[in-house]
């Protein structure tokens, strides 16, 4: 099938990353798996720094709700400095393994990945159709935005540093949690508000139905990316499915 942007009078085209613009191997596998080997010696290195000492409370703090609430997460010493940051590094492995979506995880994974896109140890995947994509929507008149669990830091290196070169310039917004979580239909309606458009005039393209249902309910127009041509586990699920961007033309 194919989904014109005109027909739909849809303005503004939302996009998902993991999955949608971005295998979610890539993500997963290189960029948490870089991360996870680094976290130690990035937060020895930034000591002192403000925004680092930051995310560390607010980690001690996820660390105490965490263990309240009986999710039993590996102990956390502060007995010297030293063993305070590897308790860190270790509970940061912890919530890596979960796929937490922490703020403060986040923001140190971000800093990390910062680190790696600009000595060129990481680039950016995203297949191949998102470049022209993007090129061709934001050509005719369209305006593009990211909504994405990643820090708004993380998806601005992904798509600065990808293999395609630097997509920034045709993304004018990069929302993450701030807004609300992905599944909830109020951040939708934040997003909405923040462009200063009509739900119904912005696609979003995501390959998770849970994510599109929560939009959906907030009157966006929405497309299911089934890059695998593989379905979806919901039989009962009632989005449009494309499995490129190619599909979505103007």
């Given at each position: ?25 890539f993500v997963h ?55 305070g940051l590897t ?164």
């Open positions: 099938m194919t989904f014109s942007l005109a027909a739909a009078a849809i303005d503004v085209v939302l996009l998902d990353i993991e999955g949608t613009t971005t295998p979610i191997e596998r290189t960029l948490f798996s870089y991360a996870r080997e680094r976290v130690r010696g990035f937060l020895e290195a930034s000591a002192g720094d403000p925004a680092v000492n930051a995310a560390l409370a607010g980690l001690r703090e996820e660390h105490r709700a965490d263990a309240a609430a009986g999710e039993s997460p590996p102990d956390w010493r502060d007995d010297s400095a030293g063993v308790s860190a590094a270790t509970y940061v492995h912890w919530l890596i393994d979960r796929d937490r979506k922490s703020r403060w995880l986040k923001e140190l994974q971000g800093r990390i990945w910062e680190e790696g896109y600009r000595s060129g140890s990481l680039h950016g995947e995203v297949y191949p159709d998102v470049p022209d994509a993007l090129a061709r929507w934001t050509g005719a008149g369209r305006r593009a935005g990211i909504f994405s669990s990643g820090s708004v830091l993380a998806q601005k290196l992904l798509f600065a540093h990808s293999t395609a070169g630097d997509l920034t310039p045709f993304l004018r917004w990069h929302f993450d949690t701030a807004v609300g979580a992905k599944r909830e239909s109020s951040s939708y309606g934040r997003i909405a508000d923040t462009i200063g458009i009509s739900p119904a005039r912005i696609l979003f393209i995501s390959d998770v139905s849970a994510e599109l249902e929560a939009a959906e309910a907030a009157r966006l127009r929405t497309l299911l990316c089934d890059r695998q041509g593989t379905g979806t586990s919901d039989s009962g699920i009632r989005h449009a499915v494309i499995r490129s961007f190619e599909q979505v033309t103007v």
